[in-house]
């Protein structure tokens, strides 16, 4: 069965960049699209980075917003999210799904076999 799971959370301070990542399991990466969402305290989950693979040798397509970078790894089956200059307002759940393409990919509606997300807390 395919299966996304994320890991890499934890407590990160101020400042400081933190890495977390999306392992999948049950398919390959190959012509897939992988979108990182996040939940924070407030507010409904939004889109804040998507990564398609576009080539069976690994070559990607990237889209990312404000102080995230996204990158992917075919070999491992895993997908790698990097947010960088961490703040307070970081702080949330980070989730990792499934998608067609990165076109609209702030949206999590059309995404789906989400992982169970892995908490980010940013913090002194």
């Known amino acids: 069965q395919a299966q996304l799971a994320e890991s890499g959370g934890g407590l990160v301070p101020p400042g400081k960049s933190l890495r977390v990542s999306c392992t999948a399991s049950?398919?390959?990466?190959?012509?897939?699209?992988i979108g990182w969402f996040r939940e924070v305290p407030g507010k409904q989950r939004e889109g804040i980075a998507c990564?398609?693979?576009?080539?069976?040798?690994?070559k990607t397509a990237r889209r990312v917003k404000g102080r995230f970078d996204v990158s992917g790894d075919m070999t491992k089956n895993t997908v790698y999210l990097v947010l960088d200059s961490a703040k307070p307002e970081d702080t949330g759940v980070y989730y990792c799904?499934?998608?067609?393409?990165?076109?609209?990919?702030?949206?999590?509606?059309?995404?789906?076999?989400w992982g169970r997300g892995t908490q980010v807390t940013v913090s002194a």
């Open positions: 799904a499934l998608g067609h393409d990165c076109l609209n990919f702030d949206s999590p509606n059309s995404f789906h076999h």
């Open positions: 049950g398919l390959a990466l190959d012509y897939r699209t």
């Open positions: 990564i398609t693979f576009t080539e069976r040798n690994g």
